[in-house]
């Protein structure tokens, strides 16, 4: 596994006259639970696409485990996971039978990934749904077997944008656990996105606050938690309204 998992060197994203992303520089290493924080529009999203090559910079570099996601973007994706705000599933199947489909995708043999995702499903939480169709789920389950779903293909980084979306305060608690968890038992590399500075606090290890496509902060949490204003605080300097981010 590289140590020096994610790096973005001068990167600009325009649409026309509009800048998305604009000359970002940011450095995530291995194990590094790093949350991009800001409000809808900062340009978080428009990174992570930039991350997984699914969008072209307009100038600037994007790695991702030393590999640049613009000229090899397959390669990438063999090694990030990513879950978006709303998952896609065969919602005729049940949640076991989408896992081994996406493992079997990935070339992993039959027999591994239905003894995989009889595992993935127990520790997500949802061994009570196990014969239930995906289609019959509440968003907080398939966010669960999205997740599932993510680390079967046995990924070195995950990518989580607005992964909490439409679920429920108590889901959301079980969601954020589930993350800190899983990630220290398979020693992953997570960056987490969101506009919720609740959530981001909970899991993070670092935060990146992001405005108008702009890297404003750069904050080791650890560090911060020694000093008198709070993540909160800071927040509040570029942006203002009391904890409103938190209910967007």
Known sequence: MCEHVIQLTDL???YGNFTAVDHLNLAVQKGEIFGLLGPNGAGKSTTILMMLGLTDPTSGLVTVCGINSTTNPIE???K???LPEDVGFYEDMTGPENLIYTAQLNGIPKKEAQEKAQELIVRVGLSKEIGKKTGKYSKGMR???G???VLIKNPEVI???EPTSGIDPSGVREFMDLILRLSKEEGLTVLFSSHHLDQ???VCD???LFGAGKLLVDIELTDLHKKEHGLDSIYNQYFGGGNEHEQN
Do not use: F, H, N, S
Request: aromatic share 4%; proline share 0%.
């Open 12 to 14: 600009t994203k325009k």
């Open 76 to 78: 990438v994706r063999k």
């Open 80 to 82: 990030v996971g990513y």
């Open 143 to 145: 966010q669960r077997l």
């Open 147 to 149: 997740l599932a779903d």
């Open 159 to 161: 990518i989580l944008d």
């Open 200 to 202: 981001v606090q909970q």
């Open 206 to 208: 670092r935060v990146g």
